[in-house]
């Protein structure tokens, strides 16, 4: 178990999951045990969506100092264990840069976001799941026009259009069968139970390294979402952090 204390002695309890998550889970050790994390604050906090700490940056950082791309010189492989492991409430996750610089979705190498998120309906879910859908075309389609990429170019330089054509509606083709070999995107039954009751959030689902959650303390994590901040989403009063590992009582 890991617990972060906050300065005014309130602690959250983590429990990991180095089954889904190892090389992520045995990092995130590594720098607890190393004290990478203590003095450190939340420099990111969103109301009714999560707390993100983990910037080396922000120990001691001044006011208005911009904060979040701290870290130390390496990245984690993704490890997404979905949907086994989702975003409800209180869910551990890995920060990470946007697909569109890292495509891999590789972790940061030191911060994290604990997730607070909110309650939806069974209608938002379902209107989600299309959502989901459309998505993972979009994304079967621009690896396969990836794949493609020299082709394409040359027909376009050539003005080809005829050919052009012929060549995206194979891939509009080619696209539809890898995504029905996937199967539709959806929630499982337990995902559809925890977002309409305990609350979370789902839309990050499949997108990033979950890898643990927490035991005790989510209205610590309340308290925190909830707290003043400024438009850089930093809390306008520091809130900082001493991470440690404990033995778990059996």
């Known amino acids: 178990m890991v617990i972060i204390e906050m300065e005014n002695g309130k602690q959250i309890k983590l429990e990991l999951y180095p089954d889904k998550a190892p090389i992520t889970v045995e990092n995130f050790l590594k720098l607890v045990s190393a ?7 939340f420099h990111r906090v969103i109301k009714d969506f999560m707390i993100q700490g983990g910037d080396p940056d922000s120990r001691n950082a001044p006011a208005g100092k911009m904060l979040g791309t701290g870290g130390p010189d390496y990245t984690l492989p993704a490890e997404i264990a979905y949907p086994q492991r989702y975003h409800k ?31 939806f309906k ?6 989600m799941e299309r959502q989901m859908a459309m998505q993972q075309e979009q994304e079967v389609f621009n690896t396969l026009a990836r794949e493609h990429h020299d082709e394409i170019m040359t027909l376009r330089r050539s003005r080809d259009r005829a050919v052009l054509q012929a060549l995206q509606d194979k891939l ?8 029905k070999e996937k199967g539709k995107p959806s929630f499982t039954d337990e995902q559809m139970e925890t977002y309409t009751t305990l609350g979370g959030t789902p839309f990050l689902d499949g997108q990033y390294t979950v890898f643990g959650e927490v035991e005790e303390g989510l ?3 309340e308290r925190i979402q909830n707290c003043d901040t400024t438009r850089n989403d930093r809390p306008r009063q520091d809130i900082s952090m001493s991470v440690e590992v404990v033995e778990s009582e059996e």
């Open 172 to 179: 509009v083709e080619l696209t539809k069968e890898k995504c």
């Open 35 to 41: 004290g990478f994390y203590d003095g450190l604050i």
């Open 122 to 127: 069974s209608a938002e879910l379902k209107q």
């Open 89 to 119: 409430r209180g869910a551990l996750s890995a920060a990470r840069l946007g697909d569109e610089v890292n495509p891999e979705r590789e972790s940061s190498g030191s911060q994290f976001y604990i997730v607070w998120g909110k309650t």
């Open 219 to 221: 209205e610590v994590v």
